[in-house]
């Protein structure tokens, strides 16, 4: 895999409130009810996420960051 760009996971722990807000916004793909816990994985503002529901009110959302690479520059002859 090239360095010049690497995908890495973010994450973030809020209220299930603030989940719930982003859900109305989004595409739901899926989402499984697994004990306590919900999971859902969706597509939110072009991103692909996944999201769980904790039993004590919060929530952690999963999401790729890509890291920008520069932009690639190829010498170009002046004749062209």
């Known amino acids: ?3 010049a760009a690497t995908n890495q ?4 722990v809020g209220a299930v409130n603030a989940l719930a807000d ?4 989004a595409e739901i793909q899926k989402s499984l009810a697994v004990g ?3 999971i859902y994985h969706f597509q939110h ?3 692909e996420k996944m999201a769980v529901t904790l039993p004590d009110g919060q929530s952690l959302m999963i999401s790729l960051a890509v890291r920008a690479s520069h932009p690639a520059r190829r010498r170009q002859d002046v004749n062209d």
């Open 1 to 3: 895999m090239s360095k």
């Open 9 to 12: 996971l973010v994450w973030h």
């Open 22 to 25: 982003i859900l109305v916004d």
């Open 36 to 38: 306590d816990l919900t």
């Open 45 to 47: 503002n072009g991103s």
